[in-house]
């Protein structure tokens, strides 16, 4: 059983999308459907039993980063239950950058090789067909 004590402490951890940002990810088709989007995020009639939540899929010394590229949709399922792979979701989130806008995300966050991982990321589930 959980406590209105911890409750609050993960609620507390959860940082806030800003209301720009919030916008035009409302507006990115992207942003409807689980990445995952297979049958243990749809019911038995192919639709998702709740709604897609938005993932902060990396955290930056200490504190989850809110850029477009950095959040990705996904089913409660995917997000915090049972099928968390947040390898993947981190896969999904690179994968939508392009060589340019990752060189510049290296630049503003340099204590992270993000080149690295994408590079390792992309070894381990291949070439991403993600829409950008």
């Known amino acids: 059983m959980t406590s209105n004590r911890d409750t609050k402490i993960f609620l507390f951890n959860m940082r806030p999308i800003p209301l720009g940002l919030r916008m035009s990810l409302q507006d990115d088709p992207f942003m409807s459907a689980c990445i995952q989007d ?43 239950g049972g099928g968390l792979d947040r390898e993947y979701s981190q896969f999904v989130a690179l994968s939508r950058l392009s060589d340019e806008q990752l060189k510049e995300v290296q630049k503003k966050y340099p204590r ?21």
């Open 112 to 132: 992270f090789d993000w080149i690295k991982l994408k590079t390792r990321l992309q070894k381990k589930y291949g070439k991403s067909k993600v829409h950008k």
């Open 38 to 80: 297979n049958m243990d995020c749809r019911g038995m009639h192919g639709e998702y039993p709740g709604r897609v939540e938005w993932d902060h899929v990396f955290t930056y010394q200490g504190r989850q980063l809110n850029e477009w590229w950095a959040i990705c949709p996904a089913c409660w399922y995917h997000h915090r």
